[in-house]
């Protein structure tokens, strides 16, 4: 028998109702595990393809579509986090995340995130078709098994093969609608692929230190600063023109095109300005990597003007 005793007016601090501050706090912990910067792209680029795709699809069960890819996108996020503790622990922008801060244990994020990931893919299939929950079950066991668990620690390429995890949702946001996967949603499915690798080696060049300490193989890290500009080049012009595909499919108009075209010649202005940095002998930025730092923010901006771009084009221009 335990010879702690607790007075009965005085009461166990363990015991005590938490203050609804430290309630807040704790739902933004695990809110913070579904990595809702991410997810807020994710979303948006699969409400793009839901609008997109041909026929119609009740509100209601429209935004349960959008509701399941938004949780899925959020589950892999927390299977991610719990799965990169370690490394998330030795780098300075993820460390504070909970898990490696101790403010939530590892096996309840990662049962959240499979609670999730299991909820979202049935409702999908029970709201929608048997196509768009395939699909979405496949992007998050993608984002799992093949990017964070197999790529992320093993290779540069990791970036390039995993992102097409996030290239998914406009292909779920159509089949939603269609009960299928066409030509058009696989063109807004390779749009984000060849964004993403720009998009992501433009952030590591200027945090290549916490990648090399947790000992992640990203581009910079094993090539170099000089190869990960010239990669970020050679993406970028390959990306430029297809954004212009959509409307090349009669996808979207020509207001949509000039769009893109200017968006696509900007991101190259960007990625050209971060090839011809100022750098030492091994590639590296004499100029604290502003370059990069601006290609990154502009990534961000090219990406999501590109995607709003297309249902404002039907809406205005039919």
Known sequence: ???????????????????????????????????????????????????????????????????????????????????????????????????????IQPGAALGFGIS???????????????????????????????????LKRRTPQNIVIGGAAGAFPPVIGWAAVTGDVTLEPLVLFAIIFFWTPPHFWSLSLWAHADYARAGVPMLPVVAGARETRRQILLYTILLAPLGLAPWALGLAGPAYAVVAAALGLGFLWHAIAVWRERQDEAGRSLAGDAAAKRAFRFSLLHLSLLFAALPADRLLFG
């Not at 501050?21 to 704790?26: G, I, K, P, T, V």
């Not at 509701?67 to 370690?86: E, F, H, K, S, T």
């Not at 078709?129 to 093949?146: D, E, G, M, P, R």
Request: glycine content about 8%; aromatic content about 8%.
């Open 1 to 103: 028998m335990s010879d702690i005793t607790v007075n009965p007016g005085e009461g166990n601090a363990a015991s005590l109702p938490l203050s609804p501050a430290q309630d807040l706090s704790e739902v933004g912990d695990w809110l913070a595990l579904l990595k809702p910067r991410v997810m807020s792209l994710v979303v948006f680029t699969g409400l793009v393809g839901l609008l997109l795709a041909p026929g119609r699809l009740h509100p209601v069960l429209a935004l349960t579509a959008i509701l399941c890819i938004a949780v899925g996108a959020g589950a892999a996020g927390a299977i991610n986090m719990w799965y990169d503790r370690d490394i998330d622990a030795v780098m300075r922008r993820t460390a504070r995340r909970p898990i490696p801060a101790g403010r």
């Open 116 to 150: 999730l990931a299991i909820g979202s893919v049935i409702v999908m299939g029970l709201a929608t078709n048997a196509v768009a929950a395939a699909a979405l079950a496949f992007s998050i066991a993608f984002y799992v098994f093949v990017y964070t668990i197999w």
